[in-house]
T-cell receptor, first 114, second 112 residues
């Protein structure tokens, strides 16, 4: 298996623009997680899905952030409009859930908002 | 609310030394604890996962222990190598929301 795939790996955009981050989880995993990593706050869970359904989005910082999972093999995280404080590395992870809950992370998308 | 602390924040050791990384958590009602490795500019690689009912897990030169009652875990690395240089993150899976809470990591440098 190729592991969790994220695109793009790097994104540089200007304040006010829409940004869409993409994730393909490991085949067969029914949990998908979006995290954000910054120097100040470390790794934070933004939202997670189970069987394509959003379960907990309490970590989503503002209404500017939205996430979708239209099918078991694809998810997007959208920021509209983007702001400089959104600059961070965004990770997608997937897992089988249950009591094990081992999570496997993608390589991340480094977002810079100018 | 679960809080995870890792000490030290940074550690530098000569090659060949055995070392211990520490992780503590405030709420002992956990399902499991996971140790990750993160290389600069890369994602997280899962190293070891310890279930709440287990005391330790081993993989090669790595050994992770868990003392749930005291809210502590350690990651022991034997015979360290320069290739072990990375940031090591501890994460606890707990809570009714069933989330992973991460520590801030220990940045390890193994000098040749």
């Amino acid at each position: 298996d190729a592991g969790v795939i994220q695109s793009p790996r790097h994104e540089v955009t200007e304040m006010g623009q829409e940004v869409t981050l993409r994730c393909k989880p490991i085949s067969g995993h029914d949990y998908l997680f979006w995290y954000r990593q910054t120097m100040m706050r470390g790794l934070e869970l933004l939202i997670y899905f189970n069987n394509n359904v959003p379960i907990d989005d309490s970590g989503m910082p503002e209404d500017r952030f939205s996430a979708k999972m239209p099918n078991a093999s694809f998810s997007t995280l959208k920021i509209q409009p983007s702001e400089p404080r959104d600059s961070a590395v965004y990770f997608c992870a997937s897992g089988l859930g249950g009591s094990n809950n081992e999570q496997f992370f993608g390589p991340g998308t480094r977002l810079t908002v100018l | 609310k679960q809080e995870v602390t890792q000490i030290p924040a940074a550690l530098s050791v000569p090659e060949g030394e055995n070392l211990v990384l520490n992780c503590s958590f405030t709420d002992s009602a956990i399902y499991n604890l996971q140790w990750f490795r993160q290389d600069p500019g890369k994602g997280l690689t899962s190293l070891l996962l310890i279930q709440s009912s287990q005391r330790e897990q081993t993989s090669g030169r790595l050994n992770a222990s868990l003392d749930k009652s005291s809210g502590r875990s350690t990651l022991y690395i034997a015979a360290s190598q320069p290739g072990d240089s990375a940031t090591y993150l501890c994460a606890v899976f707990s809570g009714s929301a069933r989330q992973l809470t991460f520590g801030s990591g220990t940045q390890l440098t193994v000098l040749p």
